[in-house]
């Protein structure tokens, strides 16, 4: 059995159509990325399959239980952490984790033994008396994991998880996540960074209220298979777009950080058109090569083809 | 409840470790209490007095002890001249100056009335009124004295007179009519800010959302939360009567129980309107300000404070109504200074748990459609 059902799910705000009938699956142990711009509808889906939101038609079930009619029964068996690290600062490391295990009702023994793990997990053995507000984001994001899985919960929601954090204190947190996973905690993570979403089992990419991809990360990239991406580097990128947007070969043309990345329409291998029309205006290219596409690649492409702009 | 309690154990932490605020909740009360009682305080006490004594005998110095016992007036100096009298209360070294003319044993024995001069320095008109009510009580008691012990020797003029105008109330008791005022004031508004800030700082921070994806109803997130409140404002609504006591000579002559009691229900009401303010805001900016707009206006004019509610015009004798600190001054006053028993308040207490109730289901109303 799955363990988060979502059928025809949907959340109006008024006339506003925040989550407009959607529906997927999430494995056991599986790491689901949930993708999209601000006002996609990202979070509106998370408050409502953690119970803290009624859905207005359609259903889910999150680890059996059915949100609509049991949001407490949800919230017992979910662990969630937000991306401001929702911890008290004027607290201990200690006193934290104390606090969030009482709020899940933990027993005095079991606090003890989560409590060990929590620290060990977060590498704060030591600084348990520290106060929370001179922790470091790094160690303050690994001790709010801390205290989110404190009562072993099987279904884990994390909403932007890594939001501020430097880039090693980040891999640090992905290799937490994928060993939570490997031990069966099936992972719900909502991110708009999408090299975040590569740590991702599968993806569904959300837009206007709506999934507008969902599949494995080669799946998704798998989109573009019959079609090549040539990226073009170059001093003068701007001209560059110009230059290459009307070839009949090129299917459109976007920039890309400081490189240039040219969709050659399906069938056409060919990159001599492209250097010839360089040459021909004097814009000199560095360089001339086959990419695989980016997940970038693929929710640019997904949006636009949506109708919309990505944020 | 266990949950509750663990949320109970958490607030309680964070205050204690919140220095200011805890500091702020218990001594800044008592602090104001000071500040207030002393600004409000219509007493006055050891004036600075020269003493011209033209007669030099055992009756003008019965006098002077009488005012030297009455602990209002210290006898600074004892000029011989009036010019030196003057230059004196010029340079503000005296407030007040006694003098005792020449022959007032004389006048006394033989039925004459004899006047003594009182000179009171009048720059400050409040003030000089209450010099001048103390000095003419003095005078009136040494008189009435003289008159028994002379009753033999004169008529029924009095034997020593200062003025024919009295209207001073020689008790003095307008400090212990006003302390329980301020001890409303000012719990009342300690409980409503505090309650309000610190649900409103969780719902900024976000731990407010974090904990509402725990399995944890929102009603008992909210009682926990304010349980230290509630008993911090108690201890902070004592240590006020305690400093009271101490420094104005607040007497409590009726039931500590009872004092208890009514105190509980009144922070419970106040803790309930903090919450309320709470449910209708998500800023601590403007939970700060409409909890001080709520709390601090109708508390200060509206309760009977320092108005009295009777001479308040119909419509907005009916708004104290809905404003708690009006019953719990009555009832302070009347256990407080009075020494009533429970009988004599008891719709005091019902209309302040009127209002407690009314506010928290009112707060509970919104904290639970917050749910969505």
Redesign the interface.
């Known amino acids: 059995m799955p363990a988060v059902t979502v059928r025809d799910l949907t959340r109006r705000f008024g006339p506003f159509l925040a989550v407009d009938h959607v529906s997927f699956d999430v494995e056991q142990g599986e790491i689901f990325g949930f993708l999209g711009s601000n006002g996609a509808g990202k979070s509106t889906t998370i408050r409502m399959l953690?119970g803290?939101?009624?859905p207005s038609s359609g259903t889910a079930t999150v680890g059996g239980i059915d949100v609509g009619r049991d949001p407490?029964g949800v919230?017992?068996r979910?662990g969630?952490?937000?991306q401001?690290f929702?911890?008290?600062?004027?607290?201990t490391v200690e006193?934290n984790i104390?606090?969030?295990?009482?709020?899940?009702?933990l027993d005095d023994r079991t606090l003890a033994e989560r409590r060990a793990f929590a620290l060990d997990m977060a590498g704060l053995k030591g600084r348990e008396r520290t106060?929370t507000r001179d922790l470091a984001g790094g160690w303050r994001q690994r001790l709010a994991l801390g205290c989110a899985i404190l009562h072993e919960p099987r279904i884990l929601?994390l909403d932007e998880p890594t939001g501020g954090v430097d880039p090693v204190s980040r891999r640090q947190f992905w290799l937490l996540i994928n060993r939570l996973s490997e031990s069966g905690v099936t992972v719900f993570v909502t991110t708009h960074y999408l090299d975040e979403a590569e740590h991702c089992h599968r993806l569904a990419l959300m837009h206007s209220g709506r999934i507008a991809a969902l599949g494995t990360v080669s799946e998704l990239k798998n989109v573009f298979a019959k079609r090549a991406v040539v990226e073009v580097r170059t001093a003068s990128p701007m001209e560059a777009v110009r230059a290459l947007d009307d070839l009949p070969s090129v299917e459109k043309t976007s920039l890309f950080g400081t490189a240039l990345h040219v969709w050659l329409r399906p069938g056409q291998r060919a990159t001599e058109p492209l250097r010839e029309r360089l040459d021909g205006l004097g814009i000199h290219a560095e360089s001339l090569e086959f990419v695989q596409p980016s997940l970038e690649d693929v929710f640019m492409d997904v949006v636009e083809r949506a109708g919309g702009t990505a944020a | 409840m266990?949950?509750a309690?663990?949320?109970g154990?958490?607030e309680f932490?964070?205050i204690v470790?919140?220095r200011r605020t805890l500091l702020i909740l218990l001594f800044v009360p008592a602090f104001f209490l000071m500040l207030y009682g002393y600004a409000l305080n219509f007493d006055i006490r050891h004036v600075r007095l020269a003493v011209m004594d033209r007669e030099h005998n055992a009756d003008s110095r019965d006098l002077l002890a009488s005012f030297v016992n009455s602990t209002y007036f210290d006898i600074v100096a004892t000029p011989t001249s009036m010019a030196e009298i003057e230059r004196m209360m010029n340079t503000g070294e005296i407030r007040a100056a006694l003098v005792i003319p020449e022959g007032m044993s004389r006048d006394l024995r033989t039925g004459h009335t004899a006047y003594v001069q009182v000179l009171i320095n009048g720059d400050n008109a409040n003030t000089a009124t209450t010099v001048y009510g103390y000095a003419q009580a003095i005078v009136r008691g040494v008189s009435a004295q003289l008159q028994l012990q002379l009753v033999g020797g004169r008529g029924f003029a009095p034997p020593i007179m200062m003025e024919p105008r009295i209207w001073y109330n020689p008790e003095l008791q307008s400090t212990l009519f006003l302390v329980p005022g301020l001890i409303g004031f000012i719990v009342m508004i300690s409980s409503v800010v505090s309650t309000s800030l610190s649900i409103v700082r969780e719902k900024e921070?976000?731990?407010w959302?974090?904990?509402?994806?725990?399995?944890?109803?929102t009603v008992s997130y909210v009682v926990g939360k304010t349980i230290p409140y509630f008993f911090i404002s108690l201890v902070s609504a004592f240590l006020i009567i305690g400093a009271a006591m101490l420094l104005f000579e607040l007497p409590v002559r009726g039931s500590w129980l009872l004092l208890l009691f009514g105190a509980s229900i009144f922070i419970i009401g106040a803790l309930g309107t903090g919450l309320l303010v709470s449910t209708l805001v998500d800023s601590q900016a403007l939970a700060f300000l409409i909890s001080l707009l709520i709390s601090l206006l109708p508390t200060f004019i509206l309760s009977g404070f320092i108005f009295p509610i009777a001479s308040m015009p119909a419509p907005i004798r009916v708004i104290t109504y809905g404003v708690p600190a009006r019953y719990f001054l009555v009832i302070l006053r009347g256990i407080v200074l009075k020494g009533l028993g429970f009988g004599m308040i008891a719709d005091q207490f019902l209309a302040l748990g009127v209002y407690s109730v009314v506010v928290l289901g009112l707060a509970s109303v919104r904290l639970a459609k917050e749910?969505?």
Request: net charge positive; glycine share 10%.
């Open positions: 953690c803290l939101l009624k407490e919230k017992r979910i969630y952490m937000s401001r929702s911890l008290y600062e004027l607290l006193e104390t606090f969030f295990g009482g709020l899940y009702g106060l929601f | 266990r949950k309690l663990a949320v154990r958490k932490w964070q470790r919140d921070r976000g731990t959302e974090q904990v509402r994806m725990a399995p944890i109803s749910r969505g």
